[in-house]
Each structure stands twice: as C-alpha cells, then as structure tokens.
C-alpha cells in the first residue's frame, strides 16, 4: 500500500459515522419510507435488503479498498492503481465520473437543503399555525417563485458547508458528524416518541410492515436497487475519498455492515416518525417530496405543541442534509488540494463558490429561468437526471469492475480479510451479480 500522503480519520468510529452521515440524506427521510408503504410494506423491505447485499455492498467496499489502496483523491487513486495493475489510464475516468458526481449534485442538493432552513424558521416563526392545505402550498409555491428567497437559503446552506470542509477532515469533518450525527438520532427518537401518542402508530406500523406480496413486480425490485444504490452515496466519490483517510486496521467487511445497519434503521425511524403524524391528521401518506414540505407543515400547524415539533423535525432534516452536504463537497476539495498549489481553505472555497454558481442557476429554473429549458427538462431536473440515471450508475459499475476484475486476487483477498470461500462468493457478487444490477437500473432509468 502507498505510504500515507494526507490526513486520516482519527479512529474507527469517526470514519462510521461520517460514512453513515453521508448515506443518510434526505432521501432517507421521506423517500425510503414512502417506497416502503406504496411497494408491498415488508416485502420491500426484504428486497431492498437483499438488494442493498448484492449491490451495494460490493460497490460500497469497491469504493472503499480503491481509496485506501490509492491514498490519493478518486481520480488519481483510480490512475495510480490501474498503473498499478497494468491496465489502461483511461480507468482514471471513472474517478472523474464520481467527482463530478459530486459536484453537480450539492449544487442542487443545497437548494433543497435551503428550503430546509427556511421551514425551520418558518417553524419557529409560527407560519404554518392554523394553516389549511391551500395556504400552505401556497407558501411553498411562493417561496419557490421568490428567487431572492431561494438564492439567501442556498448561500446559507453552502456557507455551512463551506465552513465545515475549509476546517479539514479532523477538525471539519469528523466534529461535524460526531455532533451532528447523534443529535440526528435524538430528534428521531424524540419524535418517533411523539408518534407513539398519536394513536395512529398501528396504523404506521401496519402501513410500512405489513408484507403485500403482490405488490412486488419487476418495478418494485427496480425501485429496491436504486434505493439501495443510492442510499449508501455509492457513485459520487464520495466513499473513495474517505477511504483514502483509512488507516489499514479497519476491516472494511464489518464496517459496511455497520453503516448500513445504521442507513437502514434511520430510514426506517423516519418513517415511523412522519407517518403517525400524516395519518392522525387524516393526510395522505403518498405525497413524495410534497409530504416534507407541504403535508407535514398542515399537520405541524393544526395540533398541540406543532410549532415545536415543526421545529424539531426541519432541524432533524437539515442536519440529514448537511451530513450527506458535506460529504459531497468533499471529492472536489481533495482533488484541487492534492492536484493544486491551492491550500485546503482555498480549495474548498474555490470549489464551493463554483457549486453555489450553478446552484443559482438551478434555483432560477423555479422562476426567472423557467422556460430555459434543455432536452424538455430545466436546470434544476437536467442535473438531477444526468446525475440519477447516468452518473451515478456508470461511476458505481466502473468501480466494481475495476476491483473485480482487474485487481490482483490476492490483494483484493487481503483488503477485505476474506477466507478462500469467502473470496469465491466475493467473485461471483461482485463480478456478476452487482453489475447486472447496475447495469438494470442504468437502463430502466434511461430508456
């Protein structure tokens, strides 16, 4: 292995915890739940894990053993072990693949992560108190036809960004996840409590556990693997570059493992804290990003003790935003500091002013830029799509192949402490199953 040229986690725990934060996102508090409840309740669940098994975990350690093989930024890990190998440098795109990754998407993700500090003063403030359906989408729809509005949520979600990766990965990072992460989990739980009162916690239970075998088709197992994909922040980078702050004794294996069980049950926790709450308020569960923003702020405003709970919740949601924020910039930053002159400070205020730009130019795309439009889509669903459905995809697959079948056996065999058995089944996962997952998403997703 390279001799270590850069900073390394200062222990087992904070490597978790900043992998685990990366993959709880905002996608984990509504998304995965309502997949859960309108695509067969347990039985989701199990496809999802099994899924999350077969495809995402051999992706995820893919991404982990090449940065830590690599001890260098994704991209030229990617270079230095192809080199390494014997193979083609042209392996260095799909480094390149993940930073970008990465970088278009928290140039979007900020904006929605501005409309989370938005709600949370909203919360504060009182604005959704005695609120009907109409009002509050109203609110919604005018805070997204105000480009001022958006434009001062999305520099303060960015400078929060911004000031948390400048610091480093000790400093920075890692005291933002060891701070973040638990009260992350106390807010869940406290609400989690709260749904427990509502009388309508049998009613969740039942609604997102309550197996319905004949719901699972070829488009549920579909939508499985792409949660499962996109859940762990497989594809972006971002877990190639933690993995080159890896020091040689963490067992990449049980690690894993952790960080799903971890993924796994807040996603879970969120939906048994969200949907008590819709229920008692006779509101519907199937909402999409709509139940965050517009059905959740009715039910915060029409009950006992809404304004603190709203509180609690959007501050729990952006605390999720700015785990997986973070962790995003992350990428670019190590790419311009090792590549460039520039020190981390500049580096990472040189590549967070260049997201929050396009940022901007995403969050006109609600309003003065709403008929720019490219290939029938605007700004802010152009990047959302590239990223989604081509991006992503081709930068977990490239990386899983790499590792499968063009690294040496036996150091593969030693990066992830594997018995000779355990090698066989690493072989036929991760050179034949997980590809052709991957591959079945790509193609579900664009044709």
């Known amino acids: 292995m390279a001799k270590l040229a850069h900073a390394q986690w200062s222990s087992k725990m904070a490597f978790v915890l900043a992998a685990a934060g990366s993959a709880v996102g905002l996608g984990n508090i509504w998304r995965f739940s309502y997949l859960v409840g309108e695509s067969g309740g347990a039985a989701f669940v199990l496809v999802y894990l099994a899924c999350v098994a077969l495809v995402g975990v051999p992706i995820l350690l893919s991404e982990w053993l090449i940065g830590r093989r690599g001890q260098k930024n994704p991209i030229d890990s990617m270079r230095e072990l192809a080199k390494q190998s014997g193979k083609s440098q042209g392996w260095a795109l799909v480094g390149i693949s993940g930073v970008l990754a990465g970088f278009l998407i928290l140039s979007f993700y900020s904006v929605i992560g501005g409309w989370s500090l938005n709600y949370t003063l909203s919360s504060v403030m009182g604005t959704f108190s005695g609120q009907d359906a109409d009002s509050v989408s109203e609110i919604f729809s005018g805070m997204l036809a105000s480009p001022g509005t958006l434009l001062l949520w999305h520099s303060a979600f960015m400078l929060l960004v911004i000031g948390i990766v400048a610091r480093g990965v000790t400093k920075g990072l890692e005291s933002a996840v060891r701070s973040l992460m638990p009260a992350l989990v106390i807010l869940m739980l406290i609400l989690v409590g709260y749904g427990m009162t509502t009388g309508h916690f049998g009613e969740a239970l039942e609604f997102m556990f309550s197996p319905d075998w004949s719901a699972l088709d070829g488009g549920v197992v579909l939508a499985a693997m792409g949660q499962a994909f996109f859940t762990l922040s497989l594809g972006m980078g971002i877990m190639m570059a933690y993995g080159s702050y890896l020091g040689e004794d963490v067992n990449l294996l049980s690690t894993a493992r952790t960080v799903i069980i971890i993924d796994t049950a807040i996603a879970l926790l ?167 997952g991957v591959i079945a998403v790509f193609l579900a997703g664009i044709l």
């Open 270 to 436: 969120a939906g048994l804290a969200i949907f008590p709450i819709v229920f008692a308020n006779g509101l519907s569960a199937g909402e999409g990003p709509g139940l965050i923003f517009v059905t959740l702020p009715i039910a915060f405003g029409n009950m006992s003790g809404g304004v603190i709970l709203g509180l609690m919740f959007f501050l729990l949601l952006t605390f999720a935003a700015l785990t997986s924020a973070i962790s995003l910039l992350e990428p670019t930053v190590e790419m311009l500091e090792e590549r460039t002159p520039l020190s981390r400070i500049t580096a990472t205020l040189v590549s967070g002013i260049a997201i929050w730009l396009l940022g901007v130019a995403a969050l006109l795309s609600f309003n003065l830029w709403s008929d720019v439009l490219f290939f029938g889509l605007n700004i802010f669903n152009l990047l959302d799509t590239f990223t989604a459905k081509i991006l992503l995809p081709l930068t977990g697959l490239g990386a899983v192949v790499f590792v499968a079948w063009c690294l040496e056996r036996k150091g593969v065999e030693q990066e992830l402490a594997l018995s000779a058995t355990g090698m066989n089944v690493w072989n036929i996962v991760a050179r034949f199953i997980a590809p052709i």
